[in-house]
Every structure is written in C-alpha cells, then in structure tokens.
C-alpha cells in the first residue's frame, strides 16, 4: 500500500511539473506590436490594451470561462472605457489569442451603448475575426485585425 501511494504522488508530481513547464507557442512583444500599428498609423494616437495570460496547461481556458461570465472584467473595462473615450485608436493584443478574442467580445457587447464610433485594432485572433467584426458592426466600432509581429 505503501508503495502505491509513493508511486501516484510521483506521477501527481511529475504531471504538475509537466503543466508548469507549458509554453505558448507564440512570442508577443507589446513594444513590435505597438511600432507596427504605429508605423501603418503614423499620424494616430494609439492606446495599447495587453492582455496577459497565465501560463499553466488549463488556466487560459479557465481565464476565457471568467471573462465570459463576468467573474474577470477588469480588462474588459479598460477596452470599453478606451473605446468610449473616441481619442484614440485602441490596440488590443495579448499572449493568448483565445484570450483576447474573448475579451475582445465582451467589451463589444458590454459596452455596445458608449463606444459607438470607436476604433479599435486586434492583433492575431485568426479563428475569431469573423465573429468580432460581426460584434463590432453591432456595436458601431470600426475594428481592424493585424497579424501578430514576431
């Protein structure tokens, strides 16, 4: 018996070790992502929105439930009070383009009713773009998509 339970909490620990050790595939650097905007739109004011994502196997998807369900606004309420400003265009990029995605749907139907006529650009979310620009014709926000510069 006792040896069953040495050999589960060997593999208990060499699972956690595994999720920890994860790595995104992708490499975001805020500062390229703000000189490309910045080097398409040389005469616009820009406002960076990064998204930060936890690094552990599950926890992005578990941050995408939280922001669906209201439980992790407060980046959702960074892009919407930006957007409701009208003074500049809002760059929203992040590590994990689930993430983003997510985060970028909530603040356009949350705040639909203040950021009519905003702008917005979305780096990468490939597999979301239809979908946001669906919200974003919703909500009366001009919204763009870049690729993500690596």
Excluded: W
Excluded at 45 to 71: H, M, Q, S, W, Y
Excluded at 96 to 106: F, I, V
Excluded at 110 to 139: C, F, H, P, W, Y
């Amino acid at each position: 018996m006792k040896h069953s339970i040495h050999y589960f909490l060997a593999f208990a620990l060499a699972l956690l070790a595994g999720c920890v050790s994860d790595k995104h595939d992708i490499s975001i650097y805020p500062q390229k992502i703000f000189e490309t905007v910045h080097a398409k739109y040389p005469a616009d004011k820009n406002t960076l929105i990064f998204i930060g994502a936890p690094e552990v196997f599950i926890a992005p998807r578990l941050a995408n439930c939280e922001v669906e369900k209201d439980v992790d606004t407060g980046k959702v309420a960074a892009i919407v009070s930006s957007l409701a400003l009208k003074s500049s265009t809002v760059v929203v990029a992040g590590e994990d383009e689930s993430l983003t995605a997510t985060t970028m749907a909530k603040a356009l139907t949350s705040g639909n009713d203040k950021i009519s006529g905003a702008k917005a650009i979305v780096i990468g979310a490939k597999e979301t773009q239809k979908r946001l620009a669906d919200l974003a014709a919703t909500s009366g926000v001009a919204l763009e998509f870049i690729d993500n510069p690596n």
